[in-house]
Protein backbone atom coordinates (compact mmCIF):
# COMPACT_ATOMS: atom_id res chain seq x y z
CA UNK A 1 0.00 0.00 0.00
CA UNK A 2 1.26 3.30 -0.49
CA UNK A 3 0.54 6.64 2.39
CA UNK A 4 1.60 10.11 1.92
CA UNK A 5 4.24 10.85 5.06
CA UNK A 6 4.90 14.60 5.29
CA UNK A 7 6.15 15.56 1.45
CA UNK A 8 6.28 11.85 0.09
CA UNK A 9 4.28 8.85 -0.76
CA UNK A 10 6.05 6.05 1.02
CA UNK A 11 5.38 2.34 0.08
CA UNK A 12 4.83 -0.12 2.33
CA UNK A 13 4.28 -3.43 3.32
CA UNK A 14 2.35 -4.90 5.97
CA UNK A 15 1.78 -8.52 6.85
CA UNK A 16 -0.08 -9.84 10.41
CA UNK A 17 -3.83 -9.04 11.33
CA UNK A 18 -5.24 -6.13 12.09
CA UNK A 19 -5.37 -5.44 16.06
CA UNK A 20 -2.21 -7.88 16.76
CA UNK A 21 0.86 -5.47 18.22
CA UNK A 22 2.57 -3.42 15.60
CA UNK A 23 6.36 -4.19 14.97
CA UNK A 24 8.26 -2.09 12.43
CA UNK A 25 11.20 -3.06 10.03
CA UNK A 26 13.55 -0.78 8.46
CA UNK A 27 15.49 -1.81 5.80
CA UNK A 28 19.03 -1.03 4.92
CA UNK A 29 20.73 1.42 2.26
CA UNK A 30 20.28 0.20 -1.08
CA UNK A 31 17.88 -2.61 -0.34
CA UNK A 32 13.95 -1.81 -0.25
CA UNK A 33 11.32 -3.90 2.48
CA UNK A 34 12.11 -7.23 0.86
CA UNK A 35 15.47 -7.82 2.97
CA UNK A 36 13.00 -8.68 5.80
CA UNK A 37 11.25 -11.32 3.97
CA UNK A 38 11.99 -14.39 6.38
CA UNK A 39 11.69 -12.68 9.19
CA UNK A 40 8.26 -11.02 8.25
CA UNK A 41 7.05 -14.46 7.57
CA UNK A 42 7.53 -15.61 10.98
CA UNK A 43 6.65 -12.34 13.04
CA UNK A 44 3.23 -11.92 11.05
CA UNK A 45 1.89 -14.68 13.03
CA UNK A 46 1.78 -12.72 16.23
CA UNK A 47 2.57 -8.80 15.08
CA UNK A 48 1.65 -6.41 12.53
CA UNK A 49 4.57 -6.27 10.40
CA UNK A 50 5.26 -2.41 9.11
CA UNK A 51 7.81 -2.24 6.23
CA UNK A 52 8.51 0.76 4.93
CA UNK A 53 9.84 1.15 1.52
CA UNK A 54 12.65 4.14 2.63
CA UNK A 55 12.95 7.80 1.44
CA UNK A 56 14.60 7.23 -2.60
CA UNK A 57 14.39 3.28 -2.11
CA UNK A 58 11.68 0.55 -3.34
CA UNK A 59 8.79 2.07 -4.62
CA UNK A 60 8.83 5.46 -2.30
CA UNK A 61 9.19 9.09 -3.69
CA UNK A 62 13.00 10.02 -3.90
CA UNK A 63 13.67 14.30 -3.26
CA UNK A 64 16.88 15.95 -3.97
CA UNK A 65 19.85 16.71 -1.57
CA UNK A 66 21.33 15.41 1.54
CA UNK A 67 18.84 13.81 3.63
CA UNK A 68 19.21 13.47 7.82
CA UNK A 69 18.75 11.15 10.52
CA UNK A 70 16.30 13.20 11.98
CA UNK A 71 14.01 13.38 8.69
CA UNK A 72 14.52 9.92 7.91
CA UNK A 73 13.21 9.42 11.42
CA UNK A 74 10.26 11.71 10.63
CA UNK A 75 9.33 9.42 7.97
CA UNK A 76 9.23 6.72 9.95
CA UNK A 77 6.93 8.50 12.70
CA UNK A 78 4.68 9.77 9.80
CA UNK A 79 3.86 6.33 8.49
CA UNK A 80 3.11 5.12 11.75
CA UNK A 81 0.72 8.37 12.15
CA UNK A 82 -0.86 7.15 8.63
CA UNK A 83 -1.64 3.74 9.79
CA UNK A 84 -2.95 4.75 12.84
CA UNK A 85 -0.08 3.16 15.20
CA UNK A 86 0.90 4.60 18.23
CA UNK A 87 3.81 2.55 19.86
CA UNK A 88 5.52 -0.07 18.19
CA UNK A 89 8.58 -2.49 18.17
CA UNK A 90 11.08 -0.92 15.67
CA UNK A 91 13.74 -3.05 14.01
CA UNK A 92 16.75 -1.88 11.71
CA UNK A 93 19.67 -3.48 10.07
CA UNK A 94 22.33 -0.72 9.05
CA UNK A 95 20.89 2.83 8.42
CA UNK A 96 17.35 0.97 9.41
CA UNK A 97 19.20 0.59 12.94
CA UNK A 98 20.67 4.15 13.15
CA UNK A 99 16.86 5.52 12.04
CA UNK A 100 15.42 3.64 14.77
CA UNK A 101 17.80 5.08 17.49
CA UNK A 102 16.92 9.00 15.89
CA UNK A 103 13.08 7.46 15.94
CA UNK A 104 13.65 6.07 19.89
CA UNK A 105 15.39 9.20 21.02
CA UNK A 106 12.90 11.59 19.46
CA UNK A 107 9.70 9.15 20.20
CA UNK A 108 10.45 7.39 23.62
CA UNK A 109 6.48 6.92 24.55
CA UNK A 110 6.39 5.42 20.84
CA UNK A 111 8.91 2.84 21.45
CA UNK A 112 8.29 -0.28 22.87
CA UNK A 113 11.77 -2.30 22.30
CA UNK A 114 14.05 -1.85 19.57
CA UNK A 115 16.05 -4.74 17.77
CA UNK A 116 19.17 -3.49 15.50
CA UNK A 117 20.66 -5.75 13.19
CA UNK A 118 24.41 -4.58 12.04
CA UNK A 119 24.45 -1.31 12.75
CA UNK A 120 26.22 1.63 15.08
CA UNK A 121 25.83 5.15 16.37
CA UNK A 122 28.55 6.46 14.32
CA UNK A 123 30.10 5.19 11.20
CA UNK A 124 33.01 7.18 10.61
CA UNK A 125 35.20 8.05 6.90
CA UNK A 126 33.25 10.85 6.37
CA UNK A 127 35.34 11.45 2.98
CA UNK A 128 35.13 7.92 1.91
CA UNK A 129 31.60 8.54 2.15
CA UNK A 130 31.53 12.09 -0.06
CA UNK A 131 33.26 10.04 -2.39
CA UNK A 132 30.96 7.23 -2.64
CA UNK A 133 28.31 10.05 -3.17
CA UNK A 134 30.20 11.45 -5.67
CA UNK A 135 30.63 8.73 -7.71
CA UNK A 136 26.68 7.18 -7.65
CA UNK A 137 26.03 11.20 -8.36
CA UNK A 138 28.00 11.39 -11.32
CA UNK A 139 28.44 8.06 -12.65
CA UNK A 140 24.88 5.89 -11.40
CA UNK A 141 24.79 3.16 -9.10
CA UNK A 142 27.09 1.01 -11.37
CA UNK A 143 30.04 2.26 -10.08
CA UNK A 144 29.95 1.00 -6.10
CA UNK A 145 28.25 -2.22 -7.15
CA UNK A 146 30.57 -4.85 -6.60
CA UNK A 147 32.09 -3.06 -3.37
CA UNK A 148 29.07 -3.04 -2.23
CA UNK A 149 27.64 -6.75 -2.78
CA UNK A 150 31.33 -7.93 -1.31
CA UNK A 151 30.58 -5.89 1.61
CA UNK A 152 27.14 -7.52 2.30
CA UNK A 153 27.28 -11.09 1.88
CA UNK A 154 30.31 -13.49 2.42
CA UNK A 155 32.54 -14.63 -1.03
CA UNK A 156 30.53 -17.98 -0.86
CA UNK A 157 27.16 -16.43 -0.97
CA UNK A 158 27.78 -13.75 -3.32
CA UNK A 159 26.88 -15.77 -6.44
CA UNK A 160 24.12 -17.21 -4.71
CA UNK A 161 19.68 -16.41 -5.65
CA UNK A 162 19.26 -14.56 -2.63
CA UNK A 163 22.23 -12.25 -3.21
CA UNK A 164 21.72 -11.96 -7.03
CA UNK A 165 18.38 -10.62 -5.07
CA UNK A 166 20.00 -8.18 -3.08
CA UNK A 167 22.11 -6.67 -6.57
CA UNK A 168 18.50 -6.08 -8.43
CA UNK A 169 17.72 -4.18 -4.84
CA UNK A 170 20.45 -2.15 -4.97
CA UNK A 171 20.18 -1.50 -8.75
CA UNK A 172 16.68 -0.49 -8.32
CA UNK A 173 17.76 1.96 -6.01
CA UNK A 174 17.17 5.77 -6.88
CA UNK A 175 20.02 7.90 -7.14
CA UNK A 176 18.67 10.83 -5.09
CA UNK A 177 17.59 8.15 -3.04
CA UNK A 178 21.19 6.01 -2.40
CA UNK A 179 23.23 9.26 -2.07
CA UNK A 180 20.87 11.39 0.08
CA UNK A 181 20.67 8.64 2.58
CA UNK A 182 24.10 7.70 2.58
CA UNK A 183 25.13 11.47 3.53
CA UNK A 184 22.91 11.04 6.43
CA UNK A 185 25.00 8.67 7.12
CA UNK A 186 28.28 10.08 7.09
CA UNK A 187 26.43 12.89 9.03
CA UNK A 188 25.36 11.07 11.64
CA UNK A 189 26.73 10.88 15.54
CA UNK A 190 23.84 8.83 17.79
CA UNK A 191 26.45 8.78 20.48
CA UNK A 192 24.83 11.14 22.86
CA UNK A 193 21.18 10.42 22.32
CA UNK A 194 21.34 6.95 21.93
CA UNK A 195 23.61 7.03 25.67
CA UNK A 196 19.95 7.69 27.06
CA UNK A 197 17.97 5.29 25.37
CA UNK A 198 16.38 2.87 28.16
CA UNK A 199 14.51 0.87 25.93
CA UNK A 200 14.80 -3.41 25.59
CA UNK A 201 16.92 -3.85 22.65
CA UNK A 202 18.55 -6.89 20.95
CA UNK A 203 21.45 -6.21 19.03
CA UNK A 204 22.50 -8.27 15.98
CA UNK A 205 25.91 -8.24 14.20
CA UNK A 206 27.65 -10.69 11.62
CA UNK A 207 30.75 -11.81 12.97
CA UNK A 208 32.13 -10.69 9.05
CA UNK A 209 30.44 -7.60 9.03
CA UNK A 210 33.11 -4.97 7.81
CA UNK A 211 31.22 -2.46 7.53
CA UNK A 212 29.74 -1.96 10.85
CA UNK A 213 32.12 -4.76 12.84
CA UNK A 214 31.29 -6.59 16.00
CA UNK A 215 32.85 -4.04 18.01
CA UNK A 216 30.81 -1.51 16.53
CA UNK A 217 27.82 -3.87 17.96
CA UNK A 218 29.86 -4.40 21.10
CA UNK A 219 29.77 -0.70 21.22
CA UNK A 220 26.64 0.16 20.94
CA UNK A 221 25.13 -2.56 22.98
CA UNK A 222 27.33 -1.37 25.92
CA UNK A 223 26.07 2.18 25.41
CA UNK A 224 22.63 0.70 26.06
CA UNK A 225 23.15 -1.00 29.09
CA UNK A 226 25.10 1.48 30.44
CA UNK A 227 22.10 3.89 29.80
CA UNK A 228 20.47 1.35 32.01
CA UNK A 229 17.80 -0.04 29.32
CA UNK A 230 16.73 -3.25 30.39
CA UNK A 231 16.60 -6.59 28.96
CA UNK A 232 19.32 -5.73 26.36
CA UNK A 233 20.43 -8.62 24.54
CA UNK A 234 23.23 -9.61 22.01
CA UNK A 235 24.22 -12.07 19.75
CA UNK A 236 26.90 -12.71 16.65
CA UNK A 237 25.59 -14.21 13.23
CA UNK A 238 27.92 -16.70 12.52
CA UNK A 239 29.14 -16.74 8.72
CA UNK A 240 27.20 -13.78 7.84
CA UNK A 241 28.55 -10.27 6.83
CA UNK A 242 26.10 -7.07 6.53
CA UNK A 243 22.90 -8.62 5.46
CA UNK A 244 22.42 -11.65 7.96
CA UNK A 245 18.91 -11.16 7.55
CA UNK A 246 19.01 -12.72 4.34
CA UNK A 247 22.57 -14.57 4.57
CA UNK A 248 21.74 -16.32 7.34
CA UNK A 249 17.84 -15.52 7.89
CA UNK A 250 17.05 -18.78 9.85
CA UNK A 251 19.40 -17.66 12.70
CA UNK A 252 18.61 -13.66 12.76
CA UNK A 253 14.92 -14.77 13.09
CA UNK A 254 15.45 -17.09 16.05
CA UNK A 255 16.98 -14.43 17.85
CA UNK A 256 14.42 -12.16 17.11
CA UNK A 257 11.44 -14.31 18.59
CA UNK A 258 13.70 -15.07 21.25
CA UNK A 259 13.89 -11.74 22.14
CA UNK A 260 10.40 -11.17 21.86
CA UNK A 261 9.23 -13.72 23.64
CA UNK A 262 11.14 -12.63 26.50
CA UNK A 263 10.48 -9.12 26.06
CA UNK A 264 9.96 -7.13 28.89
CA UNK A 265 12.86 -7.73 31.56
CA UNK A 266 11.09 -10.61 33.09
CA UNK A 267 8.32 -7.92 34.52
CA UNK A 268 5.37 -10.28 33.51
CA UNK A 269 2.43 -8.93 35.73
CA UNK A 270 3.05 -5.05 33.36
CA UNK A 271 3.21 -7.62 30.09
CA UNK A 272 0.36 -9.19 31.42
CA UNK A 273 -2.22 -6.64 32.24
CA UNK A 274 -1.31 -4.85 28.64
CA UNK A 275 -2.07 -7.90 26.86
CA UNK A 276 -5.19 -8.35 29.15
CA UNK A 277 -6.12 -5.06 28.58
CA UNK A 278 -5.97 -5.20 24.40
CA UNK A 279 -7.77 -8.33 24.31
CA UNK A 280 -11.03 -7.90 26.61
CA UNK A 281 -10.85 -4.43 26.81
CA UNK A 282 -9.79 -1.59 29.36
CA UNK A 283 -13.07 -1.18 30.96
CA UNK A 284 -13.18 -5.28 31.89
CA UNK A 285 -10.12 -5.28 32.85
CA UNK A 286 -10.65 -2.27 35.35
CA UNK A 287 -14.01 -3.49 36.62
CA UNK A 288 -11.78 -6.88 37.75
CA UNK A 289 -9.06 -5.21 39.34
CA UNK A 290 -11.08 -2.64 40.96
CA UNK A 291 -13.35 -5.44 42.36
CA UNK A 292 -10.61 -7.30 43.67
CA UNK A 293 -10.78 -7.74 47.94
CA UNK A 294 -8.05 -9.16 49.90
CA UNK A 295 -10.10 -12.43 49.43
CA UNK A 296 -9.52 -12.70 45.44
CA UNK A 297 -6.42 -9.75 44.72
CA UNK A 298 -3.76 -12.59 44.30
CA UNK A 299 -5.67 -14.78 42.35
CA UNK A 300 -6.21 -11.76 39.58
CA UNK A 301 -2.09 -11.04 39.83
CA UNK A 302 -2.14 -14.47 39.25
CA UNK A 303 -4.12 -14.63 36.02
CA UNK A 304 -2.95 -11.56 34.20
CA UNK A 305 0.67 -12.60 35.52
CA UNK A 306 0.64 -16.19 33.94
CA UNK A 307 -2.11 -16.39 31.44
CA UNK A 308 -1.58 -13.50 29.90
CA UNK A 309 1.88 -12.53 30.80
CA UNK A 310 3.17 -15.53 30.49
CA UNK A 311 1.49 -17.45 27.73
CA UNK A 312 -0.45 -14.66 26.01
CA UNK A 313 2.44 -12.41 25.32
CA UNK A 314 4.87 -15.33 23.80
CA UNK A 315 5.38 -14.76 19.49
CA UNK A 316 4.71 -18.48 18.94
CA UNK A 317 0.66 -17.96 17.74
CA UNK A 318 -1.11 -14.99 16.83
CA UNK A 319 -3.22 -13.50 18.78
CA UNK A 320 -6.11 -14.44 17.07
CA UNK A 321 -5.58 -18.39 17.02
CA UNK A 322 -4.92 -17.71 20.74
CA UNK A 323 -8.63 -16.68 20.94
CA UNK A 324 -10.34 -19.40 18.98
CA UNK A 325 -8.03 -21.48 20.77
CA UNK A 326 -9.79 -20.44 24.24
CA UNK A 327 -12.84 -20.51 22.33
CA UNK A 328 -12.95 -24.02 21.67
CA UNK A 329 -11.42 -24.94 25.23
CA UNK A 330 -13.73 -23.47 26.52
CA UNK A 331 -16.60 -24.16 24.69
CA UNK A 332 -16.01 -28.44 25.12
CA UNK A 333 -15.75 -27.71 28.60
CA UNK A 334 -18.75 -26.27 28.74
CA UNK A 335 -17.54 -22.84 30.45
CA UNK A 336 -20.09 -20.45 29.44
CA UNK A 337 -18.88 -17.48 31.00
CA UNK A 338 -15.46 -17.63 30.05
CA UNK A 339 -16.70 -18.54 26.43
CA UNK A 340 -19.10 -15.35 26.42
CA UNK A 341 -15.98 -12.83 27.46
CA UNK A 342 -13.74 -14.21 25.16
CA UNK A 343 -16.10 -14.36 21.92
CA UNK A 344 -16.74 -10.75 22.69
CA UNK A 345 -12.94 -10.16 22.34
CA UNK A 346 -12.47 -11.14 19.40
CA UNK A 347 -13.13 -7.62 18.17
CA UNK A 348 -9.92 -7.02 19.56
CA UNK A 349 -7.94 -9.91 18.65
CA UNK A 350 -9.10 -10.14 14.69
CA UNK A 351 -10.75 -13.53 14.78
CA UNK A 352 -13.60 -13.37 12.01
CA UNK A 353 -16.82 -14.54 12.52
CA UNK A 354 -16.20 -17.50 9.56
CA UNK A 355 -12.82 -18.52 11.52
CA UNK A 356 -15.53 -18.88 14.86
CA UNK A 357 -17.43 -21.05 13.11
CA UNK A 358 -15.13 -23.05 11.71
CA UNK A 359 -13.45 -23.33 15.12
CA UNK A 360 -16.92 -24.55 16.84
CA UNK A 361 -17.25 -27.34 14.15
CA UNK A 362 -14.20 -29.16 14.88
CA UNK A 363 -15.85 -28.80 18.91
CA UNK A 364 -18.70 -30.48 17.26
CA UNK A 365 -16.72 -33.42 16.15
CA UNK A 366 -13.92 -33.74 19.07
CA UNK A 367 -16.24 -32.17 21.88
CA UNK A 368 -19.73 -33.30 21.03
CA UNK A 369 -22.15 -31.91 18.81
CA UNK A 370 -24.35 -30.59 22.14
CA UNK A 371 -20.93 -28.56 23.12
CA UNK A 372 -20.61 -27.01 20.01
CA UNK A 373 -24.46 -26.42 19.50
CA UNK A 374 -24.62 -24.95 22.94
CA UNK A 375 -21.40 -22.54 21.57
CA UNK A 376 -23.32 -21.97 18.65
CA UNK A 377 -26.56 -20.27 20.19
CA UNK A 378 -23.89 -18.50 22.32
CA UNK A 379 -22.49 -16.74 19.71
CA UNK A 380 -25.40 -16.12 17.78
CA UNK A 381 -27.48 -14.18 20.76
CA UNK A 382 -23.80 -11.93 20.88
CA UNK A 383 -23.88 -11.64 17.36
CA UNK A 384 -27.44 -10.37 17.36
CA UNK A 385 -26.30 -7.99 20.50
CA UNK A 386 -23.80 -6.30 18.63
CA UNK A 387 -25.34 -6.07 15.09
CA UNK A 388 -27.97 -4.36 17.26
CA UNK A 389 -25.94 -2.14 18.83
CA UNK A 390 -25.80 -3.62 22.48
Known amino acids: MFVMAGDINVHVRIDGRDGSPPLALLHSLGTDHRVWDDQAAALARSFRVIRPDMRGHGLTESTPGDYTMAQLAGDVAAVLDALGVGAAVIGGISIGGMIAQEFAARHPGRTEALMLCDTAMAIPSLESWRERVASVRGQGIGAIEDGVLARWVTPGFIDAPPARGLRAMLRGTSIDGYAGCAMAIAMADLGPTTRRLKVPALVLVGDGDVSTPVASAQALMTALVEAGAPDVRFAVIENAAHIPTVEKSADVTRAMLDFLAARGGGDAY ?121
Not at 324 to 346: D, M, N, Q, W, Y
Not at 356 to 374: D, F, H, K, R, W
Open 270 to 390: EAGLGVRRAVLGPAHVARSLDGATEFDRDFQRFITETAWGKVWTRPGLPRAMRSLLVLAITASLGREEEFKLHLRATRNTGATREEIAETLMQVAVYAGVPAANSAFRMAKAIFREEEEGG
